[in-house]
T-cell receptor, first 113, second 116 residues
Framework: AQKVTQAQTEISVVEKEDVTLDCVYE???????LFWYKQPPSGELVFLIR??????QNEISGRYSWNFQKSTSSFNFTITASQVVDSAVYFC??????????FGAGTTVTVRA | DAGVIQSPRHEVTEMGQEVTLRCKPI?????LFWYRQTMMRGLELLIY????????DSGMPEDRFSAKMPNASFSTLKIQPSEPRDSAVYFC??????????????FGEGSRLTVL
């Protein structure tokens, strides 16, 4: 069985603060993919990143960075110098090497000006 | 390039009525997914098509739900008869699947269904 846990339900920060979203996953597969999606107030789901289980290299994309640690089954996401436009619900998801994504419950991030 | 296009964006109907949600995937994508999002259950996969063929419909709640993909550029999700507990946001997503690699899912803006 696969499971994704996002323990933080809501996070509220002031603009320019850093915010880290936790994601812990469970799987018995040796090959799997991890994702982060953003759901802004407009409702659509926006792809942010995909990592496969064989690549533990951390990644940085602008103000976004991801820390993948297989030893702790975690795939955490950090927004540096947050902006109001970062306000959204962020979902972590897990997929086997086939097709079905298991989503976490999501973390609502509110960035106040 | 156009993304995944869903219609209608909002639908309000009465219990017992038939509801049809539509999806146009991204051109060139060979996989299509219908997801449902509710507060109680989060995001759930309803059905997955690959090359227009339903591969996994284990997430379809019951016989009242049906989905079709008559061609590579169109899919429908039908609920008949609808019930209040079907109220949710229904997302369509598409991707290009090569071998066992599902690829990045591109989601539509969703269809918000309210059944009174």
């Amino acid at each position: 069985a696969q499971k994704v846990t996002q323990a933080q339900t809501e996070i509220s920060v002031v603009e320019k603060e850093d915010v880290t979203l936790d994601c812990v996953y469970e799987t018995r597969d040796t090959t799997y993919y991890l994702f982060w999606y953003k759901q802004p107030p407009s409702g659509e789901l926006v792809f942010l990143i995909r990592r496969n289980s064989f690549d533990e290299q951390n990644e940085i994309s602008g103000r976004y960075s991801w820390n993948f640690q297989k030893s702790t089954s975690s795939f955490n996401f950090t927004i540096t110098a947050s902006q109001v436009v970062d306000s959204a619900v962020y979902f972590c998801a897990l997929s086997r090497s086939d097709y079905k994504l298991s989503f976490g419950a999501g973390t609502t991030v509110t960035v106040r000006a | 390039d156009a993304g995944v296009i869903q219609s209608p964006r909002h639908e309000v109907t009465e219990m017992g009525q038939e509801v049809t949600l539509r999806c146009k995937p991204i051109s060139g994508h060979n996989s299509l997914f219908w997801y449902r999002q509710t507060m109680m259950r989060g995001l759930e996969l309803l059905i997955y098509f690959n090359n227009n063929v339903p591969i996994d419909d284990s997430g379809m709640p019951e016989d009242r739900f049906s989905a079709k993909m008559p061609n590579a550029s169109f899919s429908t999700l039908k609920i008949q008869p609808s019930e209040p507990r079907d109220s949710a946001v229904y997302f369509c997503a598409s991707s290009f699947r090569a071998g066992y690699n599902t690829g990045e899912l591109f989601f539509g803006e969703g269809s918000r269904l309210t059944v009174l």
